[in-house]
């Protein structure tokens, strides 16, 4: 990540951490045909994590969710999802929720439309995920493969 980069993440931050702002948005696992999720690693944070962001004004959550993947990932999402949850996250002095879906038979070459915010975009066996995996990306994959229950906070 640039130095420019950080200051901009860190002035975002700061500005909702001050006006203690609640955001809501989208974050999901998407899965290829045959079994493999899809990470991203952002320019502004560290670590491979599940994609997602933000919900736009008078847009529905599924509509967002739909909308992300496009941005963040370069795939189209058109079959059926399934919400696992909406989860609460503090993270950082920031009060978000954050509604998780699931999107299975993704087919498709990762390649995300912004590289000022995505870094790189892959797919991986869950059994093999990259080193730097986020502990929420871990948990929610836990999560959807029954090996814990579904939490309330990120």
Known sequence: MSLVEKLVHAARTGLRVVARAQTIG???ALFSPDGHVLLVRHTYQPG???PGGGISPGETPETAFRREMQEE????VNGDLTLLGVYHSIQRGLDDYVVFYVAR??????CPSDPLEIREAAWFSPDRLPEGTTPGT???LDEIAGRGPVRQTW
């Open 48 to 50: 491979w994590m599940l």
């Open 105 to 110: 038979n993704v087919p498709g070459t990762p």
């Open 26 to 28: 989208v974050r999901g």
């Open 138 to 140: 871990l948990a929610r």
């Open 73 to 76: 990932t370069g795939l189209t």
